[in-house]
């Protein structure tokens, strides 16, 4: 086996694929700091400014201008003008420096926002506010922020904050890169079928080796990805690495920006696993590495396309792909709404990454190989 | 010549990869044109009941309001700018209880250019444009109105002075011929390039597995490249036959629409929307679009005798499409030279229709300059390409 891996590593080492893969890596986080670089300077600020707007043309949708307590306005009116001025308390914060005014008023925002949805006449302005999902967020980073003292911050181009950043990226498409990456692994093997017949292992070693090899540059990719963006020590400092990020993992909470990134780690690897070994049963089934592509991306696209087969089949993995909709609680929006949970997610992946191996070791033989 | 032309058509046709992506691509276009597009609500709709509720409201307030020395300014400027826009109102609301469609564009023409003058010049922190531009994190809402009132009252313009038939489905853009312009507006273009960059990916890479027949043919390596680029150019543009069947299903639904249908073009030196003819629009995003197609195809080609991989083909190729994603921001044309960026064309609808511009704050995002600079990088592509193939230490694959 051992021996095995070797010849794999030899072969793989000059595979020009990996070196491409490795080339985009870069290409994608130098390309991914320079649009940081442009885009968002003042993002606290300019968020804002759209709340502000946002919440200016909801309350455009009511006739009434009487905003006086004995006035002839609505609950729902009266909550919008309260919105609009702790918005307007939040910008102002944020210009004069006073992080403190900036949480307590979003403190108070994100309360008044949780009151309004079940105000009678919502849907009306639905679509100019946060969902009940993002305030929750928003609601819990703001008091985490107040209980622990910690200051807010706008920077996004140090170490940390920046690699938030680009994990959260990462996990909207690791799945789409990952079988492009993969989706030929075994497409040269039916080439040369003589050949692998030749080795004296059986094939589902030989197909376990293989995986290896190809996670083995996962591997680098990944750490890649954490040596591009060393040289951001150097320009823009750490950054905190104890930054909150609220997510929603079953139940809403905070965790630091280093556990964001750990659980994106944890992901990306299982994903990375689950891709090749599809890639494995895909090319063994369809011998052919685009077919084997376009049916992984329409797996992966199946649930947005049909958004009722999330709550259907709660427990298909590929509801669980796009790891960063997943902790940013999008599930929890659908029409159907359901609580897919970080946790279960993992689980789920594991699982199905074991019932492939189990699928690839009881029927795939060299047998299956016949050239193409 | 030709038979090796007909011998590569013959294998691209029945390529295993090129069958699937069109029935792929002909589910997508069912699915569009069956779920998506019956679903969709414009935000510059036809609804009397908004009409009406807002001509009331303010026909109420011009009747009750006394104007004299002691009025709050803001109740002055209401009583004076209402009264006009009140007018248009009015029209519309007649128009359409008598079905005059013609009239009701005319009037809602008038509408919406006066509605942007007073939004935009006059309205800053007390008019908006209507509320659904205003959705949550949208940073840039009172423009995104702006361009959308313009657009409007462009598009009403030319149905007014048109001859075209008129119906609600015209004014909701909800025709096939319509429903195309909106979809080139949106990611159509994106979906056909990938799409040409998986027909080419392989199209010189296949030959690696019977080297020795093909080596065998009596045919240069440059001439050899060039029916391969043409059958990927061909088999790019055979994409509109699964399309089409999308494009029947909303024809029979929603009617065909007109060629002769205006098509606002915004242009940012005059800062103002003319109209052409959907015939027009269409044509220049087709010519585009085959532009487009050949700066991929000749990319590939190049890369194929070069680095040999279809997976360099198929990732450099997205790198080209997807570039724009990584250096625009709104207004940047402003500051930086993109339009010598091809990739800066990705979103051939927009730049037809000038939109780009708009977003970018340029006057170079034109469609003359988008054919220029892809014809110029698409030559070169071929040049060194014809270089590299003719040197005597070249070998094919």
Same mark, same amino acid.
């Given at each position: 086996m051992?021996k095995?891996?070797?010849?794999d590593?030899l072969?793989e080492?000059?595979n020009k694929k990996?070196?491409?893969?490795?080339?985009?890596?870069a290409i994608?986080?130098?390309?991914?700091?320079s649009?940081?670089?442009i885009?968002n300077?003042?993002r606290?600020i300019d968020?804002k400014?759209?709340?502000?707007q946002?919440?200016?043309?909801?309350?455009?949708?009511?006739q009434?201008a009487d905003?006086m307590?004995?006035?002839?306005?609505?609950?729902?009116?009266?909550?919008?003008?309260?919105?609009?001025?702790y918005?307007?308390?939040?910008?102002m914060?944020?210009?004069?420096?006073?992080?403190?005014?900036?949480l307590?008023?979003?403190?108070?925002?994100?309360e008044?926002r949780?009151?309004?949805?079940?105000m009678?006449?919502?849907e009306?302005?639905?679509?100019?506010l946060?969902?009940r999902t993002?305030n929750?967020?928003?609601?819990?980073?703001?008091?985490f922020?107040?209980r622990?003292?910690?200051?807010?911050?706008q920077?996004?181009?140090?170490?940390?904050?920046?690699?938030l950043?680009?994990?959260?990226?990462?996990?909207?498409?690791?799945?789409?890169?990952?079988?492009?990456?993969?989706?030929?692994?075994l497409?040269?093997e039916f080439?040369?079928?003589?050949?692998?017949?030749?080795?004296?292992?059986?094939?589902?070693?030989?197909?376990?080796?293989?995986?290896?090899?190809?996670?083995?540059?996962v591997?680098?990719?990944i750490?890649e990805?954490?040596i591009?963006?060393?040289?951001f020590i150097?320009?823009?400092?750490?950054?905190d690495a104890?930054y909150?990020?609220?997510i929603?993992?079953?139940?809403f909470?905070?965790?630091?920006?280093?556990?964001?990134?750990?659980i994106a780690?944890?992901?990306i690897?299982?994903i990375?696993?689950?891709?090749?070994?599809?890639?494995?049963?895909?090319?063994v089934?369809?011998?052919?590495?685009?077919?084997?592509?376009?049916?992984?991306?329409l797996?992966?696209i199946?649930?947005?396309?049909f958004?009722?087969?999330?709550?259907?089949?709660?427990?298909n993995?590929?509801?669980y792909m796009?790891?960063?909709?997943?902790?940013?609680?999008?599930?929890?929006?659908l029409?159907?709404?359901?609580?897919?949970?970080m946790?279960?997610?993992?689980?789920?992946i594991?699982i199905?990454?074991?019932?492939?191996?189990?699928?690839v070791k009881?029927?795939?033989t060299?047998?299956?190989l016949k050239?193409? | 010549?030709?038979?090796?032309?007909?011998?590569e058509?013959i294998q691209?046709?029945?390529?295993?990869?090129?069958?699937?992506?069109?029935?792929?691509?002909?589910?997508?276009?069912?699915?569009y044109?069956?779920?998506?597009?019956p679903?969709?609500d414009?935000?510059?709709?036809?609804?009397r009941?908004?009409?009406?509720?807002?001509?009331?409201?303010r026909?109420?307030?011009l009747?009750?309001v006394?104007i004299?020395?002691?009025?709050?300014?803001?109740?002055?400027f209401?009583?004076?700018?209402?009264p006009e826009?009140n007018?248009y109102?009015?029209?519309?609301?007649?128009?359409?209880?008598?079905?005059?469609?013609?009239?009701y564009?005319?009037s809602?023409?008038?509408?919406?250019?006066?509605?942007?003058?007073?939004?935009f010049r006059?309205g800053?922190?007390?008019?908006?444009?209507?509320?659904?531009?205003?959705?949550?994190?949208?940073?840039?809402?009172?423009?995104?109105?702006?361009?959308?009132?313009?657009?409007?009252?462009?598009?009403?313009k030319?149905?007014?002075?048109?001859?075209?038939?008129?119906?609600?489905?015209?004014?909701?853009?909800?025709?096939?011929?319509q429903?195309?312009?909106?979809?080139?507006?949106?990611? &159509?273009? !994106? /979906?056909l +390039?990938?799409?040409?960059?998986?027909?080419? $990916?392989?199209i010189?890479?296949?030959?690696?597995? @019977? *080297?020795?027949?093909i080596?065998?043919?009596?045919?240069?390596?440059?001439?050899r490249?060039?029916?391969?680029?043409?059958?990927?150019?061909?088999g790019?543009? &055979?994409t !509109? /036959?699964? +399309?089409?069947?999308g494009?029947?299903?909303? $024809?029979?639904?929603h009617g065909?629409g007109d060629? @002769? *249908?205006?098509?606002?073009?915004?242009?940012y030196?005059?800062?103002?929307?003319?109209?052409i003819?959907m015939g027009?629009?269409?044509?220049?995003?087709v010519l585009l679009?085959?532009?487009?197609?050949?700066?991929?195809i000749?990319?590939?080609?190049l890369?194929?005798?070069?680095i040999?991989?279809?997976?360099?083909n198929l990732?450099?190729g997205c790198?080209?499409?997807f570039a724009?994603?990584?250096y625009?921001?709104?207004?940047?044309g402003?500051?930086?030279?993109?339009?010598?960026?091809?990739?800066?064309?990705v979103?051939?609808?927009?730049?037809?229709?000038g939109?780009r511009?708009?977003?970018n704050?340029?006057?170079?995002?034109t469609?003359e300059?988008g054919?220029?600079?892809?014809s110029v990088c698409?030559?070169?592509?071929?040049?060194v390409?014809?270089?590299?193939?003719?040197?005597?230490?070249?070998?094919y694959?």
């Amino acid at each position: 086996m051992w021996k095995l891996l070797k010849n794999d590593f030899l072969i793989e080492r000059t595979n020009k694929k990996n070196m491409i893969a490795c080339l985009i890596v870069a290409i994608f986080v130098f390309g991914f700091f320079s649009y940081t670089k442009i885009e968002n300077s003042q993002r606290l600020i300019d968020e804002k400014a759209s709340e502000y707007q946002s919440v200016a043309s909801a309350l455009t949708k009511f006739q009434t201008a009487d905003a006086m307590d004995y006035g002839n306005g609505s609950d729902l009116y009266y909550n919008l003008l309260q919105q609009q001025r702790y918005v307007v308390n939040q910008s102002m914060a944020m210009k004069v420096d006073r992080p403190q005014l900036y949480l307590e008023s979003g403190i108070k925002l994100a309360e008044l926002r949780a009151n309004a949805f079940d105000m009678e006449g919502y849907e009306k302005v639905a679509t100019n506010l946060p969902s009940r999902t993002e305030n929750q967020l928003d609601s819990l980073f703001y008091q985490f922020m107040d209980r622990t003292g910690m200051v807010v911050t706008q920077d996004a181009l140090s170490f940390f904050p920046f690699l938030l950043d680009l994990f959260m990226v990462l996990g909207s498409f690791w799945f789409i890169f990952m079988s492009i990456f993969s989706c030929g692994i075994l497409i040269e093997e039916f080439h040369h079928t003589s050949l692998i017949k030749g080795y004296p292992v059986s094939f589902d070693k030989y197909v376990l080796a293989k995986c290896a090899s190809s996670m083995f540059w996962v591997g680098i990719l990944i750490a890649e990805i954490f040596i591009c963006s060393l040289p951001f020590i150097y320009f823009y400092g750490l950054g905190d690495a104890n930054y909150p990020v609220a997510i929603f993992d079953g139940n809403f909470k905070v965790i630091p920006t280093i556990e964001y990134i750990g659980i994106a780690l944890v992901y990306i690897i299982l994903i990375s696993i689950f891709t090749v070994l599809l890639s494995v049963i895909l090319n063994v089934l369809l011998k052919n590495m685009y077919l084997t592509l376009f049916v992984q991306l329409l797996l992966f696209i199946a649930p947005s396309l049909f958004p009722s087969l999330v709550s259907l089949v709660p427990f298909n993995p590929f509801n669980y792909m796009n790891f960063t909709n997943l902790l940013n609680g999008h599930s929890l929006e659908l029409a159907e709404p359901v609580e897919l949970e970080m946790l279960h997610g993992l689980i789920y992946i594991g699982i199905s990454t074991v019932l492939m191996l189990i699928g690839v070791k009881l029927f795939f033989t060299t047998g299956k190989l016949k050239k193409v | 010549m030709r038979a090796y032309f007909k011998f590569e058509f013959i294998q691209f046709l029945f390529n295993k990869k090129n069958i699937a992506i069109y029935v792929i691509l002909l589910f997508l276009a069912c699915f569009y044109a069956l779920k998506i597009a019956p679903s969709y609500d414009p935000i510059e709709k036809v609804d009397r009941d908004e009409i009406e509720a807002r001509f009331l409201t303010r026909e109420d307030f011009l009747n009750n309001v006394v104007i004299d020395e002691n009025s709050y300014p803001l109740t002055r400027f209401a009583a004076a700018i209402y009264p006009e826009w009140n007018e248009y109102d009015k029209q519309r609301l007649d128009a359409l209880d008598s079905n005059r469609l013609r009239e009701y564009a005319g009037s809602t023409y008038k509408w919406y250019e006066y509605s942007d003058y007073m939004i935009f010049r006059n309205g800053n922190g007390l008019l908006y444009y209507n509320p659904r531009y205003y959705t949550a994190g949208n940073l840039y809402a009172t423009e995104d109105g702006h361009y959308a009132y313009m657009y409007s009252a462009s598009r009403y313009k030319g149905y007014a002075q048109g001859d075209s038939e008129l119906s609600m489905d015209v004014f909701e853009e909800r025709t096939a011929l319509q429903t195309l312009q909106r979809l080139l507006h949106g990611y &159509l273009p !994106i /979906i056909l +390039l990938v799409c040409c960059i998986l027909f080419t $990916a392989d199209i010189v890479l296949k030959d690696k597995r @019977n *080297l020795t027949v093909i080596k065998g043919f009596p045919i240069s390596v440059w001439r050899r490249l060039v029916v391969k680029g043409g059958v990927a150019l061909i088999g790019s543009s &055979l994409t !509109i /036959i699964p +399309l089409s069947i999308g494009f029947i299903i909303v $024809a029979i639904q929603h009617g065909m629409g007109d060629l @002769n *249908l205006p098509v606002p073009i915004f242009s940012y030196e005059a800062r103002a929307f003319t109209t052409i003819t959907m015939g027009e629009y269409l044509f220049q995003n087709v010519l585009l679009m085959l532009f487009w197609f050949l700066l991929l195809i000749s990319l590939l080609l190049l890369l194929s005798i070069q680095i040999r991989h279809e997976f360099a083909n198929l990732v450099l190729g997205c790198v080209v499409v997807f570039a724009e994603f990584y250096y625009y921001v709104r207004g940047l044309g402003f500051v930086k030279e993109i339009q010598w960026y091809p990739s800066s064309y990705v979103q051939v609808g927009q730049i037809v229709a000038g939109y780009r511009e708009y977003l970018n704050n340029s006057a170079s995002l034109t469609f003359e300059n988008g054919i220029a600079v892809m014809s110029v990088c698409t030559a070169i592509i071929l040049l060194v390409t014809l270089i590299i193939s003719k040197t005597k230490r070249f070998k094919y694959l």
